[in-house]
């Protein structure tokens, strides 16, 4: 893959990871799989867990990058970006150049 678009994070991550070929991107935009846990901690630990440790290194040795974004974050400090965001995506499914099914 060239690029992967990853809501969950958590275990997924690392089949991302396996997937991207040579100068591929993972997005991670979410942790779904965390939500909802009633554990706490344990559940956040367990979470990190499953994804693993990256070492800087091997992004470099194998071409490959990750970029994080909270979207609660870009929320709550750039609310018109996400509402501007919003906006193309109903604008492009409206005209019919995003599909949704």
Request: proline residues 3%; glycine residues 10%; charged residues 20%.
């Given at each position: 893959?060239?690029?992967?678009?990853?809501?969950?994070?958590?275990?997924?991550?690392?089949?991302?990871?396996?997937?991207l070929g040579n100068g591929g991107s993972l997005l991670?935009?979410?942790?779904?799989?965390?939500?909802?846990?009633?554990?706490?901690?344990?559940?956040?630990?367990?979470?990190?867990?499953?994804?693993?440790?990256?070492?800087?290194?091997?992004?470099?040795?194998?071409?490959?990058?990750?970029?994080?974004?909270?979207?609660?974050?870009?929320?709550?400090?750039?609310?018109?970006?996400?509402?501007?965001?919003?906006?193309?995506?109903?604008?492009?499914?409206?005209?019919?150049?995003?599909?949704?099914?």
């Amino acid at each position: 893959l060239d690029v992967s678009f990853n809501p969950v994070a958590g275990s997924t991550f690392k089949k991302d990871w396996r997937l991207l070929g040579n100068g591929g991107s993972l997005l991670l935009f979410g942790g779904s799989e965390r939500s909802g846990k009633k554990w706490g901690i344990l559940s956040t630990l367990n979470f990190v867990r499953k994804m693993g440790i990256i070492i800087p290194i091997t992004l470099m040795m194998r071409s490959k990058s990750i970029i994080g974004v909270n979207m609660l974050k870009v929320a709550d400090h750039k609310p018109f970006t996400i509402q501007h965001c919003l906006t193309e995506v109903v604008r492009l499914a409206i005209d019919g150049t995003l599909q949704c099914k």
